[in-house]
């Protein structure tokens, strides 16, 4: 069976919708992370959270030839986690 290319374009178009839609309530939610850090004082990076985040995100992973891959994605969204947070707090530092 020959498969449809423009059909798996369409499957994968469906997937990174919901991958837009949830990396958005992560940021969302990285919002309050900015709340809190900023009231507190807290450092933007921890190294062991962001080292059990990824050691967890690897351990759901099913299939064995996709961890190293998905935990370098799961790094990358941290990072620019990060450069969220640190705008954020750049910019609240401005108006103060």
């Known amino acids: 069976m020959i498969l449809n290319l423009d059909d ?3 499957d994968i178009d469906c997937i990174d919708k919901k991958i837009v839609q949830l990396l958005e309530k992560r940021m969302d939610v990285v919002n309050q992370v900015v709340a809190y850090k900023k009231e507190t004082g807290k450092a933007i990076l921890d190294t062991s959270r962001e080292a059990a985040v990824l050691d967890k995100v690897e351990s759901l992973v099913k299939k064995p030839d996709y961890q190293a891959s998905i935990r370098a994605t799961f790094s990358d969204i941290m990072a ?8 954020i707090l750049d910019l609240s530092d401005e108006k103060n």
């Open 8 to 10: 798996i374009r369409q």
């Open 80 to 87: 620019q986690s990060r450069a969220y947070q640190e705008k």
